[in-house]
């Protein structure tokens, strides 16, 4: 770091012989001016690298993998860790010069916004403190998870039936599951040469320790050892209490399957999750209305050469539609107004492995058919590669979700929180139509059904809307304009 630069400020001397009605003021004589106190700069010898938070709904992150390993030399701006947020995976970079001297929370494991995750040492000789500090907070946190014992006591008189519930889940770890390994077990394993695949974890959740490490190469085990099982029978003592406490205080319970798994939320879907729960404080109504689709499927096929796809095709249409009827396109989030969007953002719904995401075509009424196109493409990538920034996904205005490919002809989507409306897409299929002199003939259409929000979009509203959307679908000379 730059050393602190010093100023010294010059001697000033001035005097002055203004007289004012025949009266002369007193000469200042010379006098040095004090220099300025300087302000002290304190040097962090040991700074802490905190989980960051990567959009405005995160509460916790989980470390997905540590791009770099203990020991290592980081440079300002480097990318040092990857954290899965609730919608998407995100480097995150250190702000400061150093070395990684500790890893706090390691690979698989899961903090809150706030905490400490690893430790950088700006010196090799401050390594050693900062090891120091990391396994003092190590053991200060094994400490208060074994603090609540007690509680076990005053548990209800059948403990035994809770213990060996509490203890039923742990078998089936069998199947295919992913390796996570402590930091110090990883550099064990290295200077052994063991292979991590083939070792058992011991620790929570299966998490391979130094313990199982030294286990498969033959070593005698560490004096920690003893410790790790005592913390982990400590550990399992509030699981008892917690399990037993749902049950004292009255909650629906729901009998246990023989066999059963249970698999804990990712980030993803526990954002997921939140959200529908959240919506159901919304008094919200749904509209259905057929489309034919005759004129649609004809241009799809002249245009998806040029790699236009058919959601970028609804997307166009929907917001089309959207800026001649502002009030679908606004929002309701204090229950008291309503906001008008000034800009009309469609959200696509997208299933990706391990949950939910809905990419955003930002001013899709102002971008041309083939430009939609494209951005949507660039945007299905980054979603299934978990890259997507939050202003990607969580800056929507109206959400367009279709499950049409999939051969479903009808189906009720779930508005999100924030948004006044969402449209759900069924298959366009063959369908008999009688024409007003009773000639009957067939034509393609499609059922879409919208979920609206009743506190600012009335019946009327959406289908005024629904009727301006199936005459762009089936007149869509303009989509391509």
Not at 72 to 81: A, I, N, P, W
Not at 214 to 225: F, L, N, Q, R, T
Request: proline content about 8%; charged content about 20%.
């Amino acid at each position: 770091m730059a050393p602190l630069l010093q100023s010294r400020a010059p001697a000033m001397s001035f005097s002055s012989s203004v007289t004012s009605s025949g009266l002369q003021s007193r000469p200042f004589t010379a006098f040095p001016i004090r220099p300025r106190r300087r302000i002290l700069t304190v040097r962090a010898k040991i700074r802490e690298i905190f989980m960051p938070a990567l959009s405005s709904t995160m509460t916790e992150g989980k470390i997905v993998s540590w791009i770099k390993s203990e020991g290592d030399v980081l440079s300002k701006g480097e990318s040092v860790v990857v954290v899965e947020s609730d919608k998407a995976d995100m480097d995150v970079e250190t702000f400061y010069d150093g070395i990684l001297a500790a890893i706090v929370v390691a690979e698989g494991e899961v903090a809150p916004v706030g905490a400490p995750i690893g430790l950088l040492a700006e010196t090799e000789a401050d390594v050693p403190e900062a090891k120091a500090k990391a396994a003092a907070a190590a053991s200060s946190s094994s400490s208060n998870l074994s603090a609540p014992p007690p509680a076990v006591a005053s548990a209800p008189s059948p403990p035994p039936v809770a213990v060996a519930a509490a203890a039923a889940p742990a078998p089936p770890a069998t199947g295919p599951r992913r390796i996570v390994v402590t930091p110090y077990a990883k550099k064990l394993a290295k200077q052994h040469k063991v292979d991590v695949n083939s070792v058992v974890g011991t620790g929570p959740f299966g998490r391979i320790t130094a313990a199982d490490v030294e286990a498969a190469a033959g070593i005698a085990p560490s004096k920690s050892a003893p410790a790790a099982v005592a913390a982990a029978a400590a550990t399992a003592a509030p699981v008892v209490a917690a399990a037993a406490a749902p049950k004292a205080a009255g909650a629906t319970t729901y009998p246990e399957i023989p066999g059963s798994t249970v698999v804990a939320f990712t980030g993803m879907q526990a954002a997921v999750s939140k959200n529908m729960v959240e919506s159901l404080s919304v008094p919200t109504f749904r509209v259905g209305y057929p489309v034919t689709t005759d004129a649609l499927d004809a241009l799809y096929e002249k245009v998806k050469a040029k790699g236009v796809t058919m959601t970028a095709l609804l997307a166009k249409a929907a917001a089309m539609a959207l800026a001649q009827h502002p009030v679908v396109n606004s929002t309701c989030k204090d229950g008291k107004s309503f906001t008008y969007n000034s800009s009309i953002n469609i959200a696509v719904a997208v299933a990706i492995n391990g949950g939910l995401i809905t990419p955003v075509l930002q001013d899709a009424d102002k971008l041309d058919l083939y430009l939609l196109s494209q951005k949507w493409k660039e945007l299905v990538e980054k979603a299934r590669a978990k890259q997507l920034q939050p202003h990607e996904y969580n800056s929507g205005t109206f959400t367009l979700s279709n499950l049409g490919m999939f051969g479903v002809d009808r189906f009720d989507a779930i508005l999100p929180p924030g948004q006044g409306a969402i449209m759900a897409v069924g298959a366009s299929k063959p369908t008999v139509v009688a024409d007003a002199d009773g000639f009957f003939s067939v034509k393609s259409k499609m059922l879409v059904n919208v979920t609206a929000d009743h506190r600012v979009i009335y019946g009327a509203d959406l289908a005024a809307f629904l009727k301006t959307f199936s005459k762009i679908v089936e007149n869509p000379e303009s989509l391509t304009m």
